[in-house]
T-cell receptor, first 110, second 114 residues
Framework: ETGVTQSPTHLIKTRGQQVTLRCSSQ?????VSWYQQALGQGPQFIFQ???????GRGNFPPRFSGLQFPNYSSELNVNALELDDSALYLC?????????FGQGTRLTVV | LAKTTQPISMDSYEGQEVNITCSHN???????ITWYQQFPSQGPRFIIQ???TKVTNEVASLFIPADRKSSTLSLPRVSLSDTAVYYC???????????????FGAGTRLAVHP
């Protein structure tokens, strides 16, 4: 158990729809990052939030957006879903050396 | 960010020592080397981190030669539960904004057999 919880665990959406994924970070961790992991590949960095501000972004289009709340929990929003958005979405929180990952949300776009 | 190269897969047997080598020829002065482990349908889990020479914890050892162009993760006496994907990451935590902007490669799939 890492103390990082994500919801929902699984989700099926239709192409063109919008989705919101949620992450509750480990207590006291003020940095949250989101990653996308396609089948058979390593996680790809989407963006990071530090104290409610975006603090870096990977090579993802603007339809991937996020929020961090005062309690450091976070949301990942994806608009206009595409079939290639099907993946495991991971949230990780950190305060120091280690990044603690949640179990992920498995998103399937049909 | 320094690119890393690892073997795609490795096989071992229970009780053996496993060494996974990672090549990072373009490692920068301020870069640290970090290894993560990932089981299917779970998030990666931090194993060990080092800068130079040798680091050991309760799970693994990390060997880094003087030129730091490679590193070796050593898992002593593996068991079936060590079957997972192992990722080698290289980066400067201060430059990249912390330890949570991680750049993963494809990793090494370790299969431990009875």
């Amino acid at each position: 158990e890492t103390g990082v919880t994500q919801s929902p665990t699984h989700l099926i959406k239709t192409r063109g729809q919008q989705v919101t994924l949620r992450c509750s970070s480990q207590s006291g961790h003020n940095t949250v990052s989101w990653y996308q992991q396609a089948l058979g590949q390593g996680p790809q960095f989407i963006f990071q939030y530090y104290r409610e501000e975006e603090n870096g972004r990977g090579n993802f289009p603007p339809r991937f957006s996020g929020l961090q709340f005062p309690n450091y929990s976070s949301e990942l929003n994806v608009n206009a879903l595409e079939l290639d958005d099907s993946a495991l979405y991971l949230c990780a929180s950190s305060l120091g050396v280690e990044a603690f990952f949640g179990q992920g949300t498995r998103l399937t776009v049909v | 960010l320094a690119k890393t190269t690892q073997p795609i897969s490795m096989d071992s047997y229970e009780g053996q020592e496993v060494n996974i080598t990672c090549s990072h020829n373009n490692i920068a002065t301020n870069d640290y080397i970090t290894w993560y482990q990932q089981f299917p349908s779970q998030g990666p889990r931090f194993i060990i981190q080092g800068y130079k020479t040798k680091v050991t914890n309760e799970v693994a050892s990390l060997f880094i030669p003087a030129d730091r162009k490679s590193s070796t993760l050593s898992l002593p006496r593996v068991s079936l539960s060590d079957t997972a994907v192992y990722y080698c990451l290289v980066g400067d935590p201060l430059l990249s904004g912390g330890y949570n902007k991680l750049i993963f490669g494809a990793g090494t799939r370790l299969a431990v057999h009875p």
